[in-house]
C-alpha cells in the first residue's frame, strides 16, 4: 500500500511539474515572439525617426515634423523619475547653449497626471525646452521605451542618428562634439 502511494506520489508531482514546466515554456515563447514584434517597429539608428504630435503644457499641439531642418533631443523622462530629474538640469544648458542655432530639446513626459503636475515641474526647475505629455504612453511605445530616461538625438533630415539609456551629463565634451556636428 505504501509502495502504491508513493508511485501515485511521483506520478502526480511528474504530472504537476510537467503542466507547470509546460506554462513556462509556452509563455517564454510567446514573449519571445512578442518581443520580436514589438523590436520590428523600433525605431533604429539611421533610420527616420517616426512623426508625433502631443501636447505641451500649455496644451499646444506640437509634432516632431515641425521641426525638421533643426537637430532635436527627443527625451523621455517623468517627473518621479530621479535620473531624469538629475540630468535636467545639463539638458537644459545645452538647449540653452544651442537653440539659437538650431537645437531643440522635447522632453516627453510618461506622468498620468499631465500638464498638472509637468508644468509646475518645469517652472520650478526653470526648464525653457518643450515639455510634451504622452500619458497613455503612445509616443513611448512608437520609440519602443521601455525605461526612462532614454533619449534620441534626430539629424537636421529627420533620422535617428543616436539612441542612448540612462541620465547624462549632457555639457560633457563628447555630446557637445556631437551637436556641434549635427549643426554644421
Not at 515572439?33 to 539608428?45: G, Q
Not at 515641425?66 to 531624469?84: D, E, H, L, Q
Not at 531643440?104 to 499631465?114: F, K, Y
Request: glycine share 6%.
Amino acid at each position: 500500500m505504501k509502495k502504491v502511494f508513493i508511485l501515485i506520489s511521483i506520478v502526480a508531482a511528474s504530472f504537476l511539474l510537467g503542466s507547470f514546466l509546460g506554462v513556462t515554456v509556452d509563455a517564454e515563447r510567446n514573449s519571445q515572439k512578442d518581443v520580436r514584434l514589438v523590436a520590428a517597429n523600433i525605431p533604429e539608428v539611421s533610420r527616420p525617426a517616426p512623426d508625433f504630435a502631443l501636447k505641451d503644457t500649455s496644451g499646444k499641439k506640437i509634432s516632431l515634423s515641425s521641426y525638421k531642418g533643426r537637430v532635436i533631443m527627443i527625451n523621455f523622462w517623468a517627473t518621479w523619475c530621479p535620473p531624469c530629474r538629475q540630468e535636467m538640469p545639463s539638458m537644459e544648458a545645452l538647449f540653452k547653449e544651442y537653440n539659437k542655432r538650431g537645437f531643440e530639446v522635447l522632453a516627453i513626459s510618461s506622468d498620468s497626471q499631465g500638464e498638472k503636475i509637468v508644468k509646475p515641474f518645469m517652472e520650478f526647475y526653470e526648464l525653457t525646452f518643450s515639455a510634451l505629455m504622452d500619458a497613455d504612453g503612445e509616443v513611448h511605445s512608437l520609440y519602443g521605451v521601455t525605461s526612462i530616461p532614454t533619449t534620441y538625438i534626430v539629424d537636421k533630415n529627420g533620422n535617428i542618428v543616436q539612441k542612448i539609456m540612462g541620465p547624462r551629463d549632457w555639457k560633457d565634451k563628447n555630446t557637445k562634439g556631437m551637436i556641434e556636428k549635427l549643426l554644421q
